[in-house]
């Protein structure tokens, strides 16, 4: 049991890190890189978004859930956290993508590059650095977060994440402290791996922030 709570909290922390950096990275680009009327305003909404975290929604999030039938999966988890992941990540996204010289962009319109191929070539590579913030900020968040991923699977615990089982081993009369602890030491090994192998792009996201 344990190792499948492990196998979902991996599917539901990648699957909404994926979302979340995939989706933030394109808004806060046009954001960023291109003016229209409601720019600002756009900007401010996901700025306002911060303020309410994912415990305030759970009612009605549930009964959306309920209604598009995805309570009990997977699917059910992701969903709303990238959602409500998206704020944070377009915050510390726009300020960097605006301190990109605007030449780049001028010079592969130039050579007869689309937004998506600006995008690609030249934005996501350069973004990067800041790319790595969000993704450790994320996968952290998602991978601890616990009331979603219980209400969702509360009557299919074969779905349930490793926070949730941890919860699970804490009986009425008896409390599974040595496998609390287990269970609490290999839980932080992923987050220990993600952010050894993004150590260097954070490092100079981190750089980059303080020199500009």
Not at 91 to 120: H, M, N, Q, R
Not at 130 to 153: C, D, H, R
Request: net charge positive.
């Amino acid at each position: 049991i344990f190792w499948s709570e492990l196998v979902n909290s991996l599917i539901v922390s990648i699957g909404t890190m994926v979302g979340v950096v995939v989706l933030a990275l394109m808004v806060s680009f046009v954001i960023a890189r291109y003016e229209f009327k409601f720019n600002k305003l756009l900007y401010s909404l996901f700025a306002a978004g911060m303020m309410f975290p994912i415990t305030v929604a759970i009612t009605p999030l549930y009964l959306l859930l309920r209604n598009l039938h995805l309570i009990n999966s997977h699917l059910g988890i992701i969903l709303p956290q990238i959602a409500f992941g998206l704020p944070q990540a377009i915050i510390i996204l726009v300020p960097f993508l605006k301190s990109i010289p605007k030449e780049l962009e001028e010079a592969a319109t130039i050579d007869g590059s689309g937004f998506l191929k600006t995008y690609s070539s030249i934005m996501f590579p350069l973004a990067k650095p800041i790319m790595a913030t969000v993704v450790i900020m994320q996968f952290i968040w998602t991978w601890n977060s616990f009331l979603l991923p219980l209400i969702v699977t509360l009557s299919r615990p074969e779905l349930r994440t490793l926070a949730v089982g941890l919860y699970a081993l804490r009986g009425e009369n008896v409390v599974d402290w040595t496998g609390i602890a287990a269970g609490a030491c290999i839980a932080v090994l992923p987050i220990i791996l993600i952010f050894i192998c993004l150590q260097r792009y954070f490092v100079d996201g981190v750089a980059g922030a303080v020199k500009s």
